[in-house]
């Protein structure tokens, strides 16, 4: 007897222990939720939980560390706080446009270099819902993207256009050459004047700058750009050449932070500049600081004005967007890739910050972007968390204000109709009625109190913005 009781105790201490560890791991998870922080931790939770994660999904939402994840939560790696540091207004935070596919509207990619742009480029041609999808072709650099109905492209890009206005060409050369090489390639006296949304994709500086030199070290030149601005090509005295070969390959790190004509540095601030404003590549116009400070505000202007703008850092809050913006859907989703060539180079310290001395108007125009970036992200998540609750809550008040009562007869002409009962004092015998009766439904949208305890007002967001 004394050994059968003992053994129920053990047995009890024994589930006691599971369900603490079992408690345990669930609370490392809300405690550390970033693998990088807690790894053993994370591990350990994951012998517990993988099995029961492994393929599981709900939602589109996806399974990380034995959680289910929000995927624009679990591109970030961690839920950080995100304080906004700038003030925008209601209309730079509200991106939506009125894009019109089978109208006359453009949509034009700025790519700057090493941004991500070639992969966004192809999502742009080959990965979104179409009516009329684009045509691309096995050998053929280029996709034929026609409206429906019509032998009228609606973008304008590397791979649907090609390089029309110069390889890689900036805001300066995009915002004067588009309109009249689309007016030449369509016959403007049938059209009328269109709309041009433009869009881009940044990225952090010192990763761009690094995947530049990587790029430009296995011998990409981008001497084919034209640099026109103000209706000419600069000099050679305004434009110098770093390397005097046909290429620059082989070069190492420090000769490419140490060409002063460098154009990858801060090559984002200055391609989205218009480079009018300072005398095109005419630097002796003005100081070097007041020639960028200048750059610098109409790249924020631009960026700001522009119907869109994703980073490269944000795959999937970048599609999001996109989608939210233009009303258009990518048929699979984008990944976050983090092995990149400029992620694999090791860089001591010190040459990390002359790379950040060398790219400090891009670095504030990142830090700029990505500011705005994040606020339009939780803007729009809001929006549609608001929408999505007035849709429930106008539903719950449908089908709680259908009454059907069945009454044991139909109504005279000579009778005078009941008010309706009010929904405070309907008794459950007048809800079922009497038998034999005939089934009369009518239906009442309940007022807006009906679900004030779920009605609540939404607290601003500059109130408790997170990071997504």
């Known amino acids: 007897m004394d050994e059968k009781s003992s053994s129920n105790s053990h047995h009890r201490l024994l589930i006691v222990l599971l369900m603490v560890l079992l408690f345990g791991v669930i609370m490392i998870q809300y405690v550390c939720p970033s693998r990088s922080e807690c790894q053993m931790l994370h591990q350990l939770g994951s012998w517990f939980e993988g099995g029961s994660a492994?393929?599981?999904?709900?939602?589109?939402?996806?399974?990380?560390?034995?959680?289910?994840?929000?995927?624009?939560?679990?591109?970030?790696?961690?839920l950080v706080r995100f304080v906004p540091r700038f003030n925008f207004t209601i209309a730079d935070l509200n991106r939506g446009v009125d894009f019109n596919i089978k109208g006359d509207d453009v949509i034009v990619f700025l790519h700057?270099?090493?941004?991500?742009?070639?992969?966004?480029?192809?999502?742009?041609?080959r990965n979104i819902q179409l009516e009329r999808?684009?045509?691309?072709?096995?050998?053929?650099?280029k996709c034929t993207c026609y409206r429906p109905g019509k032998k009228e492209t609606w973008l304008f890009s590397r791979f649907s256009t090609g390089w029309s206005c110069g390889l890689h060409a900036d805001w300066t050369e995009l915002t004067s050459c588009v309109p009249s090489r689309m007016d030449s390639q369509e016959a403007p006296e049938n059209l009328p004047s269109r709309n041009y949304?433009?869009?881009?994709?940044?990225?952090?500086?010192?990763?761009?700058?690094?995947?530049?030199?990587?790029?430009?070290?296995?011998?990409?030149?981008?001497?084919?750009?034209?640099?026109?601005?103000?209706?000419?090509?600069?000099?050679?005295?305004?434009?110098?050449?770093?390397?005097?070969?046909?290429?620059?390959?082989?070069c190492s790190l420090q000769?490419?932070?140490?060409?002063?004509?460098?154009?990858?540095?801060?090559?984002?601030?200055?391609?989205?500049?218009?480079?009018?404003?300072?005398?095109?590549y005419n630097v002796s116009t003005m100081s070097e600081d007041e020639r960028w400070a200048v750059l610098l505000e109409s790249a924020k202007r631009n960026l700001r004005g522009m119907a869109f703008f994703g980073l490269t850092e944000y795959q999937r809050k970048t599609q999001y967007l996109f989608e939210r913006t233009f009303n258009l859907e990518f048929i699979a989703p984008f990944t976050q890739l983090n092995g990149t060539r400029a992620s694999s180079v090791e860089v001591p310290s010190e040459t990390q910050y002359r790379i950040l001395q060398l790219n400090r108007w891009d670095v504030e125009l990142y830090?700029?972007?990505?500011?705005?970036?994040?606020?339009?992200?939780?803007?729009?998540?809001?929006?549609?968390?608001?929408?999505?609750?007035?849709?429930?809550?106008?539903?719950?008040?449908?089908?709680?204000?259908?009454?059907?009562?069945?009454?044991?007869?139909?109504?005279?002409?000579?009778?005078?109709?009941?008010?309706?009962?009010?929904?405070?004092?309907?008794t459950e015998e007048q809800l079922r009625g009497k038998a034999g009766g005939d089934t009369v439904e009518s239906e009442v949208l309940l007022p807006d109190w009906w679900d004030l305890d779920e009605n609540g007002t939404m607290e601003d967001y500059t109130d408790n913005v997170e990071q997504w």
């Open 54 to 78: 492994t393929g599981s999904r709900s939602s589109g939402n996806e399974i990380q560390d034995g959680l289910q994840k929000d995927p624009y939560i679990a591109e970030d790696g961690a």
């Open 112 to 125: 700057i270099q090493k941004t991500g742009g070639t992969t966004f480029g192809r999502h742009l041609v």
């Open 133 to 141: 999808p684009c045509e691309c072709h096995a050998g053929q650099k």
């Open 197 to 250: 949304y433009y869009i881009t994709i940044l990225r952090d500086p010192v990763s761009r700058y690094l995947s530049e030199w990587r790029h430009v070290q296995r011998g990409a030149t981008w001497r084919s750009s034209k640099h026109v601005c103000d209706g000419r090509s600069p000099t050679l005295f305004e434009l110098p050449s770093c390397y005097s070969g046909d290429d620059w390959s082989g």
């Open 255 to 280: 000769e490419f932070m140490d060409c002063p004509y460098n154009l990858a540095n801060n090559r984002q601030t200055r391609m989205l500049a218009d480079l009018s404003l300072v005398g095109c």
């Open 367 to 426: 830090e700029y972007a990505r500011d705005l970036f994040l606020q339009r992200f939780q803007v729009a998540r809001q929006q549609e968390r608001r929408q999505a609750r007035a849709r429930r809550q106008q539903e719950r008040r449908r089908l709680r204000g259908r009454l059907t009562t069945k009454q044991g007869r139909q109504l005279k002409p000579t009778e005078t109709p009941r008010q309706p009962v009010s929904l405070s004092v309907v």
